[in-house]
């Protein structure tokens, strides 16, 4: 992208529709609130310059806390109205003094937690264009009219009409006079950004072909399919290269749903580890072995307050700052602090070692596999457990339980010795 894009996130309704007095984006899902991984969906890309997200006035100390824990830096709240689009609109307005123009801004629901970075750069790039555009996805049902007395009045073409979803884009001199012109019943009533920018600034908007992957949280049931899809969606898997069982495990997480990391060492963009260890291994291999996925993972892991050297905005930073052994900016007094555009969106971690073993050493392996696990030093977020088995194990279960494990992440297993006949 050569150009900078501005976001707004409305967050300030208290979604009746979700049947709950914690209002949706408050809700945990993977034990963190669900707007923290809309907002993180765009602060990873680093051509996004502000982020400015729309609360409820009594919600700002305690979100902007949020915010800060997470070193979510270049966002601003604000508070919100009564009505969406007024909400909509102080987040418009709180961009007054960074935006001009044809300066992209982009709207989008604090509650869909997906953006797929191709669907946000043509959004945004089509609003550059002819300054207005939004995601659309056809209708999958016939939609029809009633009459005052409930009868069916009329059947809508299907072929004719689309679905709105988001992001939209606009420039911000666009949606800013759609708002300064907009009617109170506008405000009251209406839902539609698109609308309001060909209704008052005559702009002809691009309709742009969307995924199926667009989706929000709507009713309480939804948070469970936001759960998966965050697992699926937002993290991949490195595997460990050079080992014969790779392929059978590769094979077992396609099954599973699970993507595999294109990387060839370990990085702090996935969420799920997989090493081995073939026989014959002794116990000093095995603390071996373990002690170097704990170094590794304690460096991938220390990238939350660091700026990678890939974001086009580092030329910005001093190179005195730069760390000569991993290539990433650290926070100081004279730099931003930005997450590392490239981490995973899921805080937990966790690692699944392979442990080939030789069948008659079974007892006396897992006995010190797990003294070893025990004296881990691993980060708080990183869960290591250990499958063990033999060349005659069933490796499809082997595989199985390692996508269970990985994409479970569950803490009471953290340091466990599993067996697999």
Avoid at 2 to 28: E, I, M
Avoid at 196 to 202: F, H, M, N, W
Avoid at 231 to 256: A, M, P, V
Avoid at 369 to 395: C, Q
Wanted: hydrophobic content about 35%; overall charge neutral; aromatic content about 8%.
């Amino acid at each position: 992208m050569d150009f900078p894009v501005y976001v707004v996130l409305p967050g300030s309704g208290v979604g009746l529709r979700f049947g709950s007095p914690t209002p949706k984006q408050y809700t945990d899902v993977l034990n963190k609130p669900l707007f923290l991984y809309t907002v993180q969906a765009f602060h990873r890309f680093p051509w996004v310059h502000t982020i400015v997200v729309v609360v409820s006035l009594d919600d700002i100390p305690w979100v902007e806390e949020q915010l800060k824990k997470n070193n979510l830096t270049r966002v601003r709240v604000v508070a919100g109205a009564d009505t969406r689009h007024r909400s909509i609109y102080n987040g418009v307005k709180a961009l007054r003094k960074v935006c001009t123009g044809d300066a992209v801004i982009l709207i989008h629901d604090i509650v869909r937690v997906l953006a797929e970075e191709s669907v946000v750069k043509d959004v945004a790039t089509a609003a550059k264009q002819h300054g207005a555009a939004g995601i659309t996805r056809p209708l999958t049902s016939t939609v029809i009219a009633k009459d005052n007395e409930g009868f069916l009045s009329e059947s809508l073409d299907r072929t004719k009409y689309v679905a709105s979803e988001m992001p939209q884009g606009f420039h911000f001199e666009i949606i800013n006079t759609a708002y300064e012109k907009a009617s109170e019943y506008d405000f009251e009533f209406g839902t539609e950004c698109l609308h309001l920018a060909s209704k008052y600034t005559g702009t002809r908007v691009r309709l742009v072909e969307g995924p199926d992957s667009l989706w929000k949280v709507t009713y309480r049931k939804d948070l469970f399919a936001a759960e998966g899809i965050l697992r699926e969606n937002l993290s991949s898997i490195f595997i460990e290269e050079g080992k014969n069982q790779r392929e059978n495990i590769i094979s077992s997480f396609t099954e599973g749903n699970l993507k595999v990391s294109s990387e060839k060492s370990p990085s702090c963009s996935e969420s799920g580890f997989v090493f081995f260890l073939s026989p014959p291994r002794l116990e000093p291999d095995i603390a071996s072995k373990i002690d170097n996925i704990s170094v590794i993972m304690n460096k991938i892991t220390s990238h939350q307050y660091e700026k990678c050297s890939g974001c086009p905005c580092n030329d910005s930073i001093s190179e005195s700052t730069k760390k000569e052994d991993c290539g990433c900016y650290t926070n100081t007094d004279e730099t931003e602090v930005m997450v590392c555009s490239k981490c995973s969106f899921l805080t937990k971690k966790t690692i699944v070692l392979l442990h080939e073993i030789n069948k008659s050493c079974r007892r006396t392996v897992v006995e010190n596999t797990r003294e070893r696990l025990l004296g881990a030093r691993l980060p708080d977020n990183v869960f290591m457990s250990v499958i063990v088995y033999h060349k005659d194990s069933n490796l499809q279960r082997v595989g199985r339980l390692s996508v269970s494990l990985l994409k479970n992440q569950d803490p009471g297993m953290n340091g466990q010795v599993l067996y697999v006949q």
